[in-house]
């Protein structure tokens, strides 16, 4: 594993100074250079795909860690309704576009379920990783966007599960489905009052012996606990390490943590990007490109299409819904997982699976020239409405900017924060209420009725 870990970081470093020199996206340059050192084009001779895909896995989980702890979950709250909106249009706009496509294909109702599931999610760790590289991480759709993928990557915990009981007994299990949902409900709300009650105070007393060193090795340490808890629990490991970031986000020393964590988040997302590279068949390409072609537009019209739309729905300004929208025009992660869930047990058309990793590769290639297009697009937009919509159009952007201010204006102790205090408050007051009542027992037994 040290070979591939050497020939992983050599490939990177190199494609990372070429991508920069030629000024195109270093995520497309790791990619490239999975393709060129994966096995279809060199075999085994450079590196084993097995490790590197492990090393992929592990890099998933620090990037999302990452992520979690760039989100609050006070934006999360606030966004909520544009995250609930946005996702569910996205997820069933995408979900019927994708079983269409399937059954135009020819697939059964299986393999056509697999495939709506594969496309209805973009990718959390590009989207992010795109944004960042375009310098737009502090955009205000950034909050909502993430929100979006929140909410997306916990539905893809519920939908696996569906489709894992669709799979095995070809018939929908609605029970089972339930069951699952309620289970993510209490962990979630189990892992969050651990959040908000325990990690943060703890590390809030422990602040003046937390050394870098120490600081980032007690995060890792929380990281890979609660990775390991979400597998006991039977959810993704991914979603552990972004609710850890989450919770850690709400302490004293998350910059702290976050400036800690930045190098090793840009080793181990090299790593994945070049292990998403290594499982391109060049040959498949070639048989396969106009259902790539076909997939990869059917991602980027209707990401555009169901995102803005769920968005502005959702109530963010047309500038922010296409913002958002033309960046989520690619899948990643999930899709591979589902498709790798497909194989497992046996139900996946072989066609598929390179066909989704080539559209994969293909829309996250074409995502930050997409995004360069979104202002544009939008002015068009704008200029060529009916002049009722763009009324509603400035209206929504004059609201959102006075909702804004008066968010800001009114800025108090954070969430966590007033939960806790919530707690220890009503501790306190139901201790005092019992120790009145045992004072007064105690006083009635001292001074009985006559």
Excluded at 116 to 124: D, E, K, R, V
Excluded at 171 to 198: R, S, Y
Aim: aromatic share 10%; proline share 2%; net charge negative.
């Amino acid at each position: 594993m040290v070979q591939d870990l050497y020939v992983l970081m050599i490939t990177a470093a190199v494609v990372s100074i070429v991508f920069k020199f030629l000024k195109q996206p270093v995520v497309l340059g790791y990619i490239v250079a999975g393709v060129l050192i994966g096995p279809h084009l060199s075999g085994e001779k450079f590196v084993n795909a097995d490790n590197v895909k492990q090393w992929g896995d592990i890099g998933v989980l620090f990037v999302l860690f990452c992520i979690g702890l760039e989100f609050r979950l006070k934006n999360l709250i606030s966004s909520g309704k544009v995250a609930a909106i946005g996702a569910l249009t996205i997820i069933v706009g995408m979900m019927l576009f994708g079983y269409l496509v399937g059954v135009d294909a020819g697939f059964d109702m299986v393999n056509s379920l697999f495939l709506a599931g594969m496309l209805c999610m973009s990718s959390t760790t590009i989207v992010m990783k795109a944004i960042d590289e375009a310098g737009m991480s502090k955009e205000r759709f950034v909050r909502g966007a993430t929100s979006i993928l929140i909410v997306e990557d916990v539905v893809a915990v519920v939908l696996m599960v569906l489709l894992s009981s669709i799979a095995i007994r070809h018939q929908f299990e609605g029970a089972e489905l339930v069951g699952k949902v309620v289970d993510l409900a209490i962990t979630l709300a189990a892992w969050f009052v651990c959040g908000i009650l325990i990690i943060p105070t703890l590390i809030r007393m422990l602040k003046k012996h937390l050394n870098d060193e120490t600081l980032i090795i007690l995060a890792l340490g929380l990281c890979l606990g609660m990775v390991l808890t979400a597998e006991e629990a039977g959810f993704s490991s991914a979603l552990g390490a972004f609710v850890m970031g989450s919770i850690l986000a709400e302490t004293v020393e998350s910059h702290r943590i976050e400036k800690l964590m930045t190098p090793l988040k840009n080793v181990f997302a090299a790593i994945f990007f070049i292990s998403v590279g290594m499982m391109i068949d060049p040959s498949s390409l070639a048989q396969y490109w106009m259902s790539v072609v076909y997939v990869s537009l059917i991602i980027i019209i209707g990401m555009i299409v169901f995102a803005t739309l769920g968005c502005w729905w959702g109530g963010q300004t047309m500038r922010d819904s296409m913002l958002t929208s033309f960046s989520f025009v690619q899948i990643g992660e999930f899709s591979f997982i589902i498709a790798g869930l497909g194989t497992s047990l046996g139900v996946l058309n072989p066609i598929i699976y390179p066909i989704i990793v080539a559209s994969s590769v293909a829309t996250t290639f074409l995502t930050p020239y997409i995004m360069k297009a979104a202002l544009p697009c939008y002015s068009f937009l704008y200029n060529h409405v009916s002049d009722s919509m763009r009324a509603k159009i400035d209206q929504r952007e004059k609201q959102v900017a006075e909702a804004e201010t008066a968010t800001s204006s009114n800025d108090g102790p954070s969430v966590a924060d007033k939960a806790r205090h919530a707690v220890r408050h009503t501790f306190f007051l139901k201790h005092l209420v019992n120790l009145f009542i045992k004072n007064m027992s105690a006083h009635d037994e001292e001074h009985p009725a006559s």
